[in-house]
């Protein structure tokens, strides 16, 4: 009988797709997975360190399971991720009921620290060299390379998926954590990235997003010299087949080089979205941070990425209450994120990082409910702009790509137990637009998946509210003029949902109060595999 495995993720977008690759390597063995932990032989957690609150849910979570392990001593836990390279053997000290704690860069060892524990019983360790442990080139060795082979039914759905350019990051921002828990920056070989999405364009992927801590700074050095840029890859990756889209995330302010504005100017398929976080809108703080840049730098390359690509949409991240921040500091971030138009920003209060120089050097002096006030009062001004950002397209046909139900839906159907399962049976939808804007509008469950035209009636600060304008697809695959053939079965009207519209997918679950949007977010969301129940 089949081994169960149960695996939840905190965490970015890396954390997902480390996550979707473990739980792929792990149905190759054989294991199934499970939703229930209560259920599973072998309990695991991907990890997050970025801030102290991802981390109390894991241990909150561990203490949880102390009891169900004592009762069931062969049952397996493991911690792995950016927690398990933080805190190492501190884990066990904590929790000495886990089994396993692997870091980001020893993933690909999972399975046989799986099959040591059963073979002796003992609890396994395996974590990277810390960047002050020995040479760059060792250091970068013990991150290894994890991309095993992808597997549709392990994402959210087959037509997108994250693409990893890069692994860990050598900015060191005062604040961050990352660069310790995921090593120095190493790009991928551009070959291996084009053969992977080469895959999964052969497997039905439309939309890919390339995925790397700073993923502008992307650059392959071959050994007579010749170097790939990010604007390269993204003209080889331009050329295949079945691929509609291209996003990358998250950029650095200082890399947004004029080639690979073009690039995104001129390649169709590469979308008019850039993450760019500015984390600060005032001078003193970026140095303290050690962001390398300025307000009026910062201000001049938004001004360059929207002078090159005409209606690209721009969004960013701040941090409140970061150490020394006073109210005049924070008034400079209210008028940048007041003036930049951002489509959207995830603002986050300051979580002190021990490892990191900023808990080292500054004393937190920021009281948490200043950082409470001073979020709030930023995603206040935020929202304003993002109306404004919305409402423009109002009247207008956009192209979107279906990606599922609205959380809406999903929580309609949970309380009536209705639930759309023939194809053509209509519910509210969301998706996005290549701007990554999200929509929401009715239609037939066989969209999803599909590109759509959708014309905008409404918008929300976070949310478009429109109707397809588009034909859309009958049980029999025929094309058909909305409300021709089909039967609309109207959940609900548009209007009027708009905080619940945004989340396409139920196991998705944000859990950081200070989000920009409550949008599907890049950051903190909480993923328990699986997606799909394996029947295997
Ligand atoms: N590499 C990306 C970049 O440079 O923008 C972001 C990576 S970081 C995991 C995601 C976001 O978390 C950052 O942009 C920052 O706003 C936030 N963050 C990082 N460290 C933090 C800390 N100690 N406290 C609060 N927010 C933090
Ligand atoms: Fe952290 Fe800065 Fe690197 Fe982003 S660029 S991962 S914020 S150190």
Not at 298 to 309: N, S, V
Not at 412 to 439: C, E, F, K, M, Y
Request: aromatic fraction near 8%.
């Amino acid at each position: 009988m089949s081994k169960k495995v149960f695996l939840e993720t905190v965490g970015c977008q890396m954390n997902v797709l480390d996550s979707e690759l473990v739980a792929a390597t792990l149905r190759k063995a054989g294991y199934q997975l499970v939703a229930d932990p209560k259920q599973a032989d072998v309990i695991l957690f991907n990890t997050c360190s970025v801030r102290q609150h991802a981390e109390d849910k894991i241990y909150s979570a561990l203490g949880q399971l102390r009891r169900h392990k004592q009762r069931h001593p062969h049952k397996i836990i493991g911690v792995l991720g950016c927690m398990a390279q933080k805190d190492q053997e501190l884990i066990r000290q904590r929790a000495p009921h886990v089994d396993i704690i692997c870091g980001p860069g020893q993933l690909g060892k999972l399975l046989y620290l799986l099959e040591e524990v059963e073979r002796t019983r003992q609890p396994q360790l395996a974590v990277s060299l810390g960047r002050a442990d020995a040479h760059r080139p060792e250091v970068e060795r013990s991150f290894e390379s994890y991309d095993p082979l992808r597997e549709p039914e392990l994402r959210t759905n087959r037509f997108q998926a994250y693409v990893r350019t890069q692994f860990g990051c050598d900015k060191f921002c005062t604040y961050c954590i990352v660069p310790s828990v995921r090593g120095p920056e190493q790009s991928r070989h551009p070959d291996e990235i084009v053969a992977e999405v080469r895959f999964l364009a052969d497997q039905g992927c439309k939309e890919v997003t390339l995925v790397g801590q700073t993923v502008n700074s992307y650059h392959y050095r071959f050994g007579d010299g010749r170097m790939v840029r990010l604007s390269d890859l993204l003209y080889r990756l331009h050329d295949i087949p079945g691929i509609r889209r291209i996003k990358f995330i998250t950029n650095f302010p200082r890399d947004m080089t004029d080639d690979l504005l073009q690039a995104v100017r001129d390649l169709p398929k590469v979308c008019r979205y850039l993450h760019v976080p500015a984390q600060s809108g005032c001078d003193i703080i970026l140095r303290r941070m050690k962001r390398m840049y300025t307000v009026a730098f910062y201000r001049d390359m938004l001004a360059r990425c929207r002078e090159t690509i005409p209606g690209v949409a721009i969004s960013s991240d701040f941090i409140v209450g970061f150490c020394g921040e006073t109210e005049e500091s924070f008034q400079r971030t209210c008028d940048l994120v007041a003036h930049a138009g951002f489509k959207n920003s995830y603002i986050f209060k300051y979580s002190p990082r021990p490892g990191t120089k900023a808990f080292e050097l500054y004393p937190d002096d920021v009281p948490e409910e200043v950082k409470r006030r001073r979020n709030n009062d930023l995603l206040a001004i935020q929202a304003k702009v993002s109306l404004a950002d919305h409402r423009r397209f109002i009247g207008e046909t956009v192209e979107i790509l279906v990606e599922g139900p609205s959380k809406w839906a999903y929580k309609l159907s949970n309380q009536t137990g209705h639930d759309a399962r023939q194809p053509s049976d209509w519910l509210q939808l969301t998706g996005r637009t290549s701007t990554d804007h999200i929509v929401v509008f009715d239609g037939p469950k066989n969209l999803i998946g599909e590109f759509v035209q959708v014309f905008i009636e409404d918008a929300s600060p976070y949310t478009l509210f429109g109707r397809l304008s588009s034909p859309v697809l009958a049980d029999n695959g025929e094309k058909t003029k909305q409300g021709m053939l089909l039967e609309p079965i109207t959940l609900l009207g548009s209007r009027g949902h708009e905080n619940s519209a945004e989340q396409p997918n139920p196991a998705y679950e944000d859990r950081e109060s200070s989000f920009s949007n409550g949008s599907r977010s890049l950051y903190q969301r909480r993923l328990s595999l699986p997606i799909v129940q394996d029947q295997a």
